[in-house]
């Protein structure tokens, strides 16, 4: 079995069992641990409302479940002995045409064939052009999806290893702080592209 995909497996058995360890006796007074759930599902809840109102909420597992993968998927590269399985261009594209197929399904299951209108655009003239366009557009979606995440996290831990590599002293922390930044920033662009996505393809005739 290759790499990122055990790695890939280790992410999606340990974080459930984690979170049911973890939140299994939830209390009045939260610990540091509760809280950072809390504001994790608080957080995924209002992003899906701002996007696509109360009736978004039935997304929420989906996206809350995407953007756990993609951040301890992130974070994995971090640990000593590990690899992200997102710093795999497989892993990212599997994720990225999940997410591209998800969204035109529910875009046809909400609005039924009616959803195929918005990609004739808004002048009938116009409409081949604009199927060109849109077309291109949708489909470049899951490619730009996948190589930002691929990219940034394959880069970012190429850079830390050569940087450790050549300072070992003086550059672990600063370097570690920066990829920890990335991670949760990759993380936060894939969640929120991911539920823009979806909105758009549930929305679109209200727009």
């Known amino acids: 079995m290759q790499t990122h995909v055990t790695m890939a497996l280790l992410v999606v058995i340990a974080v459930p069992i984690l979170f049911m360890a973890l939140a ?33 909420r039935k997304y929420f597992p989906l996206i809350a479940a995407i953007g756990l993968f993609v951040f301890f998927g992130n974070l994995l590269g971090m640990i000593p002995g590990f690899e992200s399985p997102t710093a795999n261009l497989n892993t990212t594209m599997a994720l990225a045409l999940m997410v591209f197929f998800i969204y035109n ?12 209108k918005h990609f004739l655009g808004p002048v009938p003239a116009m409409a081949p052009v604009f199927v060109i366009i849109e077309l291109l557009s949708h489909l470049s979606r899951p490619v730009t999806l996948a190589l930002r ?13 050569v940087l450790i590599m050549l300072i070992p002293l003086l550059v672990p922390m600063p370097v570690m702080l920066i990829h920890l930044i990335a991670v949760f920033l990759q993380t936060y662009v894939f969640v929120v592209l991911t539920t823009v996505y979806i909105a758009g393809a549930i929305t679109h005739e209200e727009h």
């Open 105 to 116: 399904f529910e875009g046809i299951r909400t609005n039924g064939l009616s959803y195929f």
């Open 149 to 161: 995440l691929f990219a940034n996290m394959t880069g970012g831990e190429l850079i830390s290893i």
């Open 24 to 56: 299994k006796k939830p209390g009045l007074v939260p610990t540091p641990i509760q809280n950072i759930f809390e504001i994790y599902i608080q957080f995924i809840d209002n992003m899906i409302k701002e996007n696509m109102g109360e009736k978004g």
